[in-house]
């Protein structure tokens, strides 16, 4: 069946619903290795959906994946471990630096453009 906009009904929206709590931390996490061309971006995306994070992740033109993460830390660490075991994705590194938490951010999206 075909809903519009309008009448698609909330559970199709895939957007977090649940309010930010006093711990809540937003990483920028850049990940290298066999990252590009093995669907890291989708897992990345259902992981994050699954746990409960916001976000946003891309490729770049180096060949790392670059993402950021928004819920609680040890969710965050959840997903990184999570995508390491990932079948064809190989993590060779991540770095990850704390930056500050964006409030208006509702669902987790994949970027198809570096700026």
Known sequence: ???GKKDRPQSL???????????AV????????????????????MLAEEIGLTG?????????VE???Q???QDINKLIAQ?????????????ITTIPVKQDET???IVYRVQ
């Open 1 to 3: 069946m075909f809903w």
């Open 13 to 23: 929206d895939k957007q977090v619903t649940r309010t930010l709590s006093d711990t």
């Open 26 to 45: 937003r990483q920028h996490v850049c990940f290298s290795g066999e990252v590009q061309g093995v669907g890291f971006r989708f897992q990345c995306q």
């Open 56 to 64: 946003w992740c891309r490729n770049m033109y180096d060949g790392r």
């Open 67 to 69: 993402a950021e993460f």
């Open 71 to 73: 819920g609680e830390r």
């Open 83 to 95: 995508i390491r075991n990932r079948r064809y994705i190989r993590v060779s590194h991540v770095e």
């Open 107 to 109: 669902a987790f999206r």
